[in-house]
């Protein structure tokens, strides 16, 4: 079994910052590629940052330039900070993993429950 939990959502007035960190637990050979969504209540689940193995990164344009994803592979973890915060980020964050739990299994797709980030006005 492998899990995601995230931590580091919260309440914070626009222009300021957060960090969300993921990490993933449980049995697990590899990490292919670690990243973050988010969706707002009635809307489609939306690409914030991801980062692979090697550390390639890639962000939603709406996010670029403010937001930073890095990762701890020893620890199978990733970060997101997020600066210059504004409303319209307020959603839930959900962390995904593409892991393999042994060398002879294919990587399969895990998600986190999810963490609230608010920004107020």
């Known amino acids: 079994q492998v899990q995601l939990v995230e931590s580091g959502g919260g309440l914070v007035q626009a222009g300021g910052s957060l960090t969300l960190s993921c990490v993933a637990s449980?049995?697990?050979?590899?990490?292919?590629?670690m990243g973050w969504y988010r969706q707002a209540p009635g809307k489609q689940r939306d690409l914030v940052a991801s980062?692979?193995?090697?550390?390639?990164?890639d962000y939603a344009d709406s996010v670029r330039g403010r937001f930073t994803i890095s990762s701890d592979n020893a620890k199978n973890t990733v970060y997101l900070q997020m600066n210059s915060l504004k409303p319209e980020d307020t959603t839930v964050y959900y962390c995904?993993?593409?892991?393999?739990?042994?060398?002879?299994?294919?990587?399969?797709?895990?998600w986190g429950r999810g963490t609230q980030v608010t920004v107020s006005s």
């Open positions: 995904y993993a593409n892991v393999k739990r042994s060398s002879s299994s294919g990587y399969f797709w895990v």
């Open positions: 980062i692979t193995s090697g550390g390639n990164t």
């Open positions: 449980g049995s697990i050979a590899s990490v292919d590629v």
